[in-house]
Nanobody, 131 residues
Framework: QVQLVESGGGLVQTGGSLRLACVASGRTFSSYAMGWFRQAPGKERWFVAAITWSGGNTYYADSVKGRFTISRDNAKNTVYLQMNSLKPEDTAVYYC????????????????????????WGQGTQVTVSS
């Protein structure tokens, strides 16, 4: 089991920034790829960003490229999502997710975008961007 706890959400004005953090516990963090997803009211959960176990590869939704940055610190069992130039359409609950993807294992890049590839999820943190 992997437990994930997100933090850092809040209310920000358009153009502002927030940094989300997700702390993992329970298993070897460096054996897991990490992802961020978001879900707005009445909508499906959508992929935002993902990062491989080493941080060597990152993936982003087109809607956040150039504005959001995912990173990780394996020594702290933490993955981050730096969000800049926020827009009202970024308003959602943001979820951290983990999938077992250790060094030496190959996974097609498109699998990182799929929510059903992630076995563990946090409880979510609300991000609200006011116009």
């Amino acid at each position: 089991q992997v437990q994930l706890v997100e933090s850092g959400g809040g209310l920000v004005q358009t153009g502002g920034s927030l940094r989300l953090a997700c702390v993992a516990s329970g298993r070897t963090f460096s054996s897991y790829a990490m992802g961020w997803f978001r879900q707005a009211p009445g909508k499906e959960r959508w992929f935002v960003a993902a990062i491989t176990w080493s941080g060597g590869n990152t993936y982003y939704a087109d809607s956040v490229k150039g504005r959001f940055t995912i990173s990780r610190d394996n020594a702290k069992n933490t993955v981050y999502l730096q969000m800049n130039s926020l827009k009202p359409e970024d308003t959602a609950v943001y979820y951290c997710a983990a999938r077992f993807a250790p060094s030496g294992a190959y996974y097609s890049s498109n699998t990182y975008y799929r929510a059903n590839e992630y076995a563990y999820w946090g409880q979510g943190t609300q991000v609200t961007v006011s116009s």
